[in-house]
């Protein structure tokens, strides 16, 4: 059950230089969606401030690619009731359906494909609410059961906020004008030793109007016993690409500007097709370690001669056009 709050004070945007997102219906993806995501590792949570005109860098260790797509509900085998599904996310692991409507986005059943019965919100998960903009805020409670109705799990508070947009800065491109979402959830419990136990998991996702779906989620899940911090696990995703009737959604993201990422002894960039362009690397303190000019499209730029370690990919074209993107060669 959801309850909405209004957050003081977040809506006064003295000097923003950010476009600030609305999201809403139209922002969700079509039964004939499809997505490529990349994960990512991380050694430790990125620091990701809330408030206006932010600008946000997760750039970490990316792996994959992962496919999934939207589909058409159409129902349980098991009897659960979906009728009020609008979509659903299937993937080679699980099953979701998801309800849309002019209130917002909900989770109201899954079905891991691994063979485990079907399950049931009967008290939904509301992963967003309409229209969504800086400063929205609410919180969430759920119910899970069976399909038999025997109940499974139930939650909350869930706390989520819109506290902050900007640009996103990833591996695998840029992402401009983004909203982030923070969710907060606390689970506390006693261990079979009567440790007392309590688990966070935080996890900020960040939605871009007229994309269809979110761009990036890290989550970050803290484990304390008896006080003490035991486990921090920190991990993500990445929007590659958007496929809607087969075609490649425009509005997605820009195309990498480099790949792969880690590299070892090459990368192949993707340079603005209008010109030549100016391209350097620059190494952790700054200074320019490889330089060379291309003209545009697909170019590969050798590394054989960078130590390993983490450098910045500075491309300029002739018009003025400029990318910067995170590599890190292995």
């Known amino acids: 059950m959801r309850t909405n709050m209004t957050l003081l004070g977040l809506l006064l945007l003295h000097g923003a230089h950010f476009a600030q997102p609305v999201i809403d219906l139209g922002s969700l993806p079509p039964p004939d969606c499809a997505l490529q995501r990349f994960w990512v590792a991380f050694q430790q949570a990125p620091s990701l401030p809330s408030g206006a005109s932010q600008t946000w860098d997760i750039t970490g260790n990316p792996y994959g690619p992962g496919n999934c797509e939207f589909a058409a509900p159409n129902g349980f085998s098991g009897g659960i009731d979906t009728q009020d599904a609008t979509v659903m996310l299937a993937h080679p692991f699980q ?76 591996d695998l491109g840029t992402f401009t004008d983004v909203l982030k979402v923070r969710s907060t959830h606390s689970t506390n419990w006693i261990n079979g030793n009567g440790e007392a136990i309590l688990n966070e998991l935080i996890i900020d996702r960040f939605w871009r109007q007229g994309t269809p779906w979110w761009v990036a989620m890290i989550t970050e899940s803290r484990t304390y016993v008896n006080g003490v911090l035991d486990q921090n696990i920190a991990n993500g995703e990445i929007l590659n690409a958007v496929f809607t009737g087969g075609e490649e959604f425009a509005g997605s993201l820009e195309s990498p500007l480099a790949y792969p990422n880690p590299a070892h002894d090459r990368l192949t960039m993707n340079l603005p097709a209008d010109g030549r362009s100016q391209v350097t690397v620059h190494d952790g303190a700054g200074r320019v370690v490889l330089a060379t000019a291309a003209s545009g499209g697909q170019r590969t730029l050798e590394l054989g001669g960078l130590a390993p370690g983490t450098y910045v990919l500075h491309v300029v ?7 910067r993107s995170t590599v890190v060669v292995q």
């Not at 119910?143 to 989520?160: H, I, K, Q, S």
């Open 95 to 170: 099953m979701t359906y998801y309800r849309s409507d002019q209130d917002g986005y909900a989770v109201i059943s899954t079905y891991h494909t691994a063979g485990d019965a079907p399950n049931y919100y009967t008290d939904p998960i509301d992963l967003l609410i309409y229209p969504c903009t800086y400063g929205t805020a609410w919180s969430d409670t759920y119910v899970l059961v069976d399909e038999g109705g025997a109940l499974v799990e139930t939650g909350g508070p869930v706390a989520y906020t819109a506290d902050g947009y900007g640009t996103l800065i990833t």
């Open 317 to 323: 074209n002739e018009h003025g056009t400029e990318r």
